[in-house]
């Protein structure tokens, strides 16, 4: 059930307003969020309902034993990090592994070992890389005694399968979700206009920007043969780049206002993050419920920067290569993230953009140098192949052929919109605009919503749900 379909929307209806006549009924909000979400879900397929209750069902047993069972909690742990891991390796990572290992043998045609694996485990189920990471992090917790389990198994479905974050995040934590979940308090008309706000922004990112970019991109890339035009292919990464940010954090701040009218708070998922001037910046903006996910739980725990300098950059690598292998089944996506961690351990080691931003001037070029990088990384994440991302790498670094972006009049208006939202929300993070007054504010927002009806795009499925 995609955010941006009608079918969502009467669902979205109907939610409210049975929430509205719960009152003050905690167990009986849980059981409806629970039973709502659970539909949302099973919406796509309703058999991988049972792969969230597999997983969720063993961690909540899994940390209710931790707290019990002390002496064993090292081995309740292990269990849940190998049924999650095991599901994810079995419905995401199987046909990756079997298909490679075809080639490293030379197996082929009946004696495949992807033709002996059920169609249904080739199938990735929409969001179980964030479903069961968020699930992981609950008993991570409850095993650090940062956390207390819940006894109530509707408590923790609720938390876990919580719709408006479910299939792409962000990844709450239970520790933050929990105690929210037993506090019914009545939604203020400025919370619930702060919820409103965040839907319309998202809608707009993801409808106006993300949906038009949408096109040019996929022609671009499926293309049979690829534009030998440098500039071109700049202009494509750049829409890239831009689509992948509207279409994934538009999805985020549509999943923050609905918790908002929920009467929760989700963390903020972006930041602004091309405006960074240091990869470590970047990565503290772009995705944050994700990079302080890698951070907390595997980083740290491998030792993070206290186990000398060789230790700190091996621990980066493996964390940004498992990050890039989290994103998809397939090398260009571990490439993209060995790719940020050669640029990482290139800035550790140098501290460039330390050096850079001491001068006012030379701030900008950091800029530049940082959103290249990211440029050249969103080539592998977005090829169909290392060899395409490969041949286009070359093609950009050519410097050769038409001076065209490849946007068209369409795509040039859209990424103007782009840059212009940008600008102007960057000079209202900074306070440099007066915030609009009541009445210009309902005025904007409803400009906004006509925008949105009249140049949405093709409405396609958000980027993130393969993932």
Not at 347 to 359: G, H, Q
């Amino acid at each position: 059930m995609l955010f941006n379909s009608l079918i969502f929307v009467v669902f979205a209806l109907i939610f409210f307003v049975v929430s509205k006549l719960m009152g003050h009924r905690v167990k009986g909000r849980l059981l409806w969020l629970t039973m709502a979400s659970f539909f949302f879900y099973g919406w796509w397929d309703w058999r991988f309902l049972f792969l969230i209750l597999f997983s969720g069902l063993v961690d909540y047993l899994a940390a209710l034993g931790m707290y019990r069972f002390q002496r064993h909690k090292k081995l309740l742990l292990i269990i849940s990090v190998l049924a999650n891991i095991g599901s994810l390796s079995v419905f995401k990572y199987s046909g990756f592994i079997a298909s490679n290992l075809d080639q490293l043998f030379g197996l082929n045609g009946a004696f495949s070992l992807v033709a002996q694996i059920p169609d249904f485990f080739l199938i990735t189920p929409v969001g179980i890389s964030f479903y069961t990471f968020q699930s992981m992090s609950y008993t991570f917790d409850v095993y650090r005694n940062r956390l207390e389990p819940t006894r109530n198994v509707l408590h923790f479905f609720a938390y876990l399968s919580m719709f408006p974050q479910l299939v792409a995040g962000p990844i709450v934590r239970a520790k933050e979700m929990l105690p929210q979940m037993l506090r019914v308090t009545k939604v203020s008309k400025e919370e619930k206009w702060a919820g409103f706000q965040l839907i319309v922004r998202g809608y707009f990112k993801k409808m106006v920007i993300a949906d038009n970019l949408a096109p040019l991109v996929v022609a671009a890339f499926s293309a049979p043969e690829l534009n030998p035009s440098s500039m071109y292919w700049w202009g494509i990464i750049m829409a890239f780049a831009f689509q992948i940010y509207c279409d994934f954090a538009g999805y985020s701040d549509i999943a923050r206002g609905l918790a908002k009218w929920m009467g929760y708070d989700f963390p903020d998922n972006f930041n602004h993050p091309y405006i960074s001037t240091s990869l470590r910046e970047f990565w503290t903006r772009w995705h944050i419920s994700l990079s302080t996910w890698f951070r907390d739980y595997l980083y740290i725990p491998l030792g993070g920067s206290r186990l000398g300098v060789f230790r700190s950059h091996l621990n980066l690598w493996i964390t940004m290569v498992v990050s890039g292998l989290w994103h998809g089944a397939a090398w260009t996506f571990v490439v993209w993230g060995a790719l940020h961690a050669l640029f990482s351990s290139i800035e550790k080691i140098t501290s460039w953009p330390e050096r850079l931003k001491k001068s006012g001037t030379l701030r900008m070029l950091a800029w530049f140098i940082v959103s290249v990088q990211v440029l050249v990384a969103w080539v592998f994440f977005r090829a169909e192949s290392i060899g395409q991302a490969v041949d286009i790498l070359k093609l950009m670094f050519s410097f050769r052929g038409a001076l065209d972006l490849g946007w068209g009049l369409n795509g040039t208006v859209f990424m103007v919109l782009m840059v212009l939202r940008e600008l102007f929300a960057g000079l209202q993070l900074n306070k440099k605009l007066k915030p609009l007054s009541p009445r210009a504010e309902m005025i904007f927002y409803a400009l906004i919503i006509v925008v949105i009806i009249y140049f949405r795009g093709s409405g396609s499925e958000f980027i993130y749900f393969q993932f």
